[in-house]
């Protein structure tokens, strides 16, 4: 009885009929998005380690950001989509910002929360909407599809198949070394599982991956399974945003560089994951846009006052997404998961790159067949779409394949004659991003 109360209570509060999905989807949907992201509560402590944070503290904050943003995201608009700190915007904020440019962290951090202020703002205005809702729908299709590519991409360097080379920028790495060899292995069995359309072939795939990365060293020895973790190591983090630091006037540019970029990744992943879950509408508007990016700006602003850089959606919600998630409930099994993710942090840590790399590259193949609803028929609206697209992986960018998108899409249109035909917002959104390379 307790169980169908549960599931009917669930039911009323995240539509699940109306959605076409159910409890048990949700919950596969939300282990998978978790699993393709779970790498963040590592990568961004050790970053940002970099620029003199406490790795510690700095955990326990990423953590904290994912949860408060992933939370805002599912009850203010019942979207699939988990955030976390964003990857080259934590980059940025270290290397760029701290290291490069002399600022103490604690002053950053009082950027990151006037950012998301500002964004709370803009969000509860139609500014932000009319921005997503502005971008063309070959646009949306290029940026959906290129998103697919950099997922696939970023899965292919995890997996140490792709790999750097001096003379050609990228080349193939040792296929039969230890993180290639579990990854092509978790590839194959996830794409016939997903082939067979077995439920929950991405995770499957996952823990596939990890066990088998124990028979060639590259799942970690087993060391344990819980850790309990320190309040005094979140303190040092924990409300030591300087904000006065961030009102001075050599911080103003500093800022704008955070606006800019957060706002064009943050709508690049929204369009291209709502593309894949089939949220826009039929003329390509995303309804709940202002919630969403409403959303995005609570992550970014909390996260601040937790002690982490920039909270944003996250890519990886494709998988929970290519896993039949359609509400929020996936995005509070996510949230659920990653405070367990706390206390069992050896368990977590199991799970090797290599192994998560199958279920990104999957994910990429899926996106991309959004390409198929570009008009073939008119070369003003593949172009702009397939610079976008090639952008992302290439220049490792959601953003800069949104700002190459916008400053080709105007100009072509304009002098073939269907000028007339362009969003006013274009326009200037291409002057913008014009004016942002120069300036940058």
Same mark, same amino acid.
Do not use: C
């Given at each position: 009885?307790?169980?169908?109360?549960?599931?009917?209570?669930?039911?009323?509060?995240?539509? $699940?009929?109306?959605? @076409?999905?159910?409890?048990?989807?949700? &919950?596969? !949907?939300?282990?998978?998005?978790?699993?393709?992201?779970?790498?963040?509560?590592?990568? @961004?402590?050790?970053?940002?380690?970099?620029?003199?944070?406490?790795?510690?503290?700095?955990?326990?904050?990423? /953590?904290?950001? /994912?949860?408060?943003?992933?939370?805002?995201?599912?009850?203010?608009?019942?979207?699939?989509?988990?955030?976390?700190?964003?990857?080259?915007?934590?980059?940025?904020?270290?290397?760029?910002?701290?290291?490069?440019?002399?600022?103490?962290?604690?002053?950053?951090?009082?950027?990151?929360?006037?950012?998301?202020?500002?964004?709370?703002?803009?969000?509860?205005?139609?500014?932000?909407?009319?921005?997503? @809702?502005?971008?063309?729908?070959?646009?949306?299709?290029?940026?959906?599809?290129?998103?697919?590519?950099?997922?696939?991409?970023?899965?292919?360097?995890?997996?140490?198949?792709?790999?750097?080379?001096?003379?050609?920028?990228? !080349?193939?790495?040792?296929?039969?070394?230890?993180?290639?060899?579990? !990854?092509?292995?978790?590839?194959?069995?996830?794409? &016939?599982?997903?082939a067979l359309k077995i439920k929950?072939? $991405?995770?499957?795939?996952?823990? &596939?991956?990890?066990?088998f990365g124990w028979t060639n060293?590259? *799942?970690?020895?087993?060391?344990?399974?819980?850790?309990?973790?320190?309040?005094?190591?979140?303190?040092?983090?924990?409300?030591?945003?300087?904000?006065?630091?961030?009102?001075?006037?050599?911080?103003?540019?500093?800022?704008?560089?955070?606006?800019?970029?957060?706002?064009?990744?943050?709508?690049?992943?929204?369009?291209?994951?709502?593309?894949?879950?089939?949220?826009?509408?039929?003329?390509?508007?995303?309804?709940?846009?202002? @919630?969403?990016?409403?959303?995005?700006?609570?992550?970014?602003?909390?996260?601040?006052?937790?002690?982490?850089? *920039?909270?944003?959606?996250?890519?990886?919600?494709?998988?929970?997404?290519?896993?039949?998630?359609?509400?929020?409930?996936?995005?509070?099994?996510?949230?659920?998961?990653?405070?367990?993710?706390?206390?069992?942090?050896?368990?977590?840590?199991?799970?090797?790159?290599?192994?998560?790399?199958?279920?990104?590259?999957?994910?990429?193949?899926?996106?991309?067949?959004?390409?198929?609803?570009?008009?073939?028929?008119?070369?003003?609206?593949? $172009?702009?779409?397939?610079?976008?697209? /090639?952008?992302?992986?290439?220049?490792?960018?959601?953003?800069?394949?949104? !700002?190459?998108?916008?400053?080709?899409?105007?100009?072509?249109?304009?002098?073939?004659?269907?000028?007339?035909?362009?969003?006013?917002?274009?326009?200037?959104?291409?002057?913008?991003?014009?004016?942002?390379?120069?300036?940058?």
């Amino acid at each position: 009885m307790n169980k169908m109360n549960n599931a009917g209570f669930l039911e009323n509060m995240f539509d $699940l009929k109306e959605n @076409n999905t159910n409890v048990k989807t949700e &919950i596969i !949907a939300g282990f998978t998005t978790f699993m393709t992201m779970a790498y963040i509560i590592f990568v @961004n402590p050790t970053i940002l380690s970099d620029a003199g944070m406490p790795f510690n503290g700095v955990f326990i904050a990423t /953590i904290a950001g /994912i949860i408060l943003g992933t939370l805002a995201m599912a009850f203010l608009t019942n979207y699939p989509f988990a955030l976390a700190s964003g990857m080259g915007l934590n980059a940025f904020f270290a290397y760029s910002v701290v290291i490069g440019m002399g600022v103490t962290w604690q002053v950053a951090l009082g950027i990151i929360f006037l950012e998301g202020v500002i964004f709370i703002v803009l969000s509860v205005t139609p500014v932000r909407k009319m921005i997503v @809702n502005a971008i063309p729908m070959g646009l949306k299709t290029g940026i959906s599809t290129g998103i697919g590519l950099f997922i696939a991409f970023i899965g292919l360097q995890n997996a140490g198949i792709v790999v750097a080379d001096q003379a050609t920028l990228v !080349a193939m790495g040792d296929i039969f070394s230890g993180p290639a060899l579990v !990854a092509l292995v978790g590839l194959v069995v996830t794409g &016939i599982l997903h082939a067979l359309k077995i439920k929950g072939a $991405l995770l499957w795939g996952i823990l &596939i991956g990890t066990v088998f990365g124990w028979t060639n060293g590259v *799942t970690p020895a087993f060391n344990g399974v819980i850790a309990m973790p320190s309040m005094g190591d979140w303190n040092q983090v924990l409300f030591q945003l300087d904000i006065a630091g961030a009102f001075k006037l050599s911080m103003f540019g500093v800022l704008l560089s955070f606006l800019f970029v957060d706002l064009f990744d943050t709508a690049g992943t929204l369009v291209g994951v709502s593309q894949q879950a089939g949220y826009l509408d039929e003329e390509g508007n995303l309804p709940k846009a202002s @919630n969403a990016l409403l959303a995005d700006a609570i992550g970014t602003t909390g996260g601040a006052v937790f002690g982490t850089s *920039t909270v944003t959606t996250y890519i990886e919600s494709a998988s929970g997404v290519a896993e039949g998630g359609r509400t929020g409930l996936t995005g509070v099994v996510v949230a659920i998961l990653f405070f367990l993710s706390l206390f069992f942090r050896p368990l977590i840590g199991l799970v090797p790159a290599a192994a998560t790399a199958p279920a990104l590259i999957i994910v990429g193949t899926m996106m991309m067949t959004n390409i198929t609803k570009l008009d073939w028929n008119d070369f003003t609206e593949i $172009l702009p779409a397939f610079v976008a697209m /090639i952008a992302m992986p290439l220049t490792y960018s959601i953003s800069n394949g949104i !700002a190459l998108g916008f400053i080709i899409y105007p100009l072509v249109k304009l002098f073939t004659g269907k000028g007339d035909k362009v969003h006013w917002l274009v326009y200037v959104l291409g002057i913008l991003f014009v004016a942002y390379f120069i300036w940058v």
